[in-house]
């Protein structure tokens, strides 16, 4: 067997195979130089155990691979980053892919697929099995089945206990679950001075669900009238929205992150009511300072005249200022256009050096289609 067959059996990247060569040769020479004088029949011993340490990584990286690629696949379909729609049979299928290969976060996303589905029994027995795995993003989410009493008995008290311990095990979401009980007085007096010091914390997190949660929660406590008097002292600037205007006063305080998540709650309808409209412009404000998600959403919107007049051309010039941003989807997404020429001049050539980027940067759709025009 060649080691190109070697490496394609196991199924590894280039890189990965490097890794897997560079731990067996680490392995061996540390053997050598504690234990052997240099001779010919050393030479061939030490020869078998690097042979036989280099299969060892072999197994373990290719298992690593596996794992990560199958809860890459899951997070794809469940948020539909690749097709636009989610697809919440074949995210289950990858996520228990990723479960049996190990990675406790799998467990945590198996719950949310079944708390999406209805069915929050099923997903208090996934995310306490995730917890149980060392999942704190599991734990978190049990945490928060029983503040609301969804799937399990109502206990604040053990709801307390799981978000602190999934905030003390670096779990920065948690920090909502915290920030819910104190602003809601679950299980403990109400402050909202209290509330909005996890909920802050919480907003640094980059969890596309949570971070929008904290951002709404935070300007919920600053316009709300039981705030008047309490925060003095407590305020930070970035987030104090006396003096602004309704949803607008999170966005204006600057945060850099803000206006993208504002925007995404009002795409998704998270705790708001959905409203393209005002969604479309909350990403143009955020596009308007760089950021690339915004873009690649305005280009989507424009695809599919999601609160605006559908526009093709107006979509493709979206979707590349945020592949050139760096965002991987968009730079599969434009190169598509490119082929087909949808909103673009069709230029094959142009299509291969986008798929040729977002193939690099990990996206197998991109990877398929370049390897169909190419024919490598």
Known sequence: MTIKELRESKGLSQGKFADSIGIGRTAIVGYEKGKFKWNMKKRTVLAALFLLFTLFAFDCAAQAETSENALKEGLAWYYGTETGTADFDKAEAAFRDATDAGIADAWYYLGRVAYQRGDNKAAAAFFETGAEQGSELARFNLGILYENGEGVDTDYEKAMALFQEAVDHGCVEANCGLGDLYQNGGGVEADNARALQYFLLAAESDNPEWAPYAFLSIHQIYTSESAEGELDGEQDGRWNAKGLEGETALARAG??????????????????????ATAQSWFLEAAELGDARSMYFLGYMYSKGLGVEADQEKSAQWYLKSAEAGYITSMYTIGRRYELGNGVEQNIETAIEWYQKAAEAGNKKAADRLAELTGN
């Open 255 to 276: 945060h850099p992150k803000a206006r993208f998540y504002l925007g995404y709650l009002y795409y998704e309808g998270m705790n708001v009511e959905q409203d393209y």
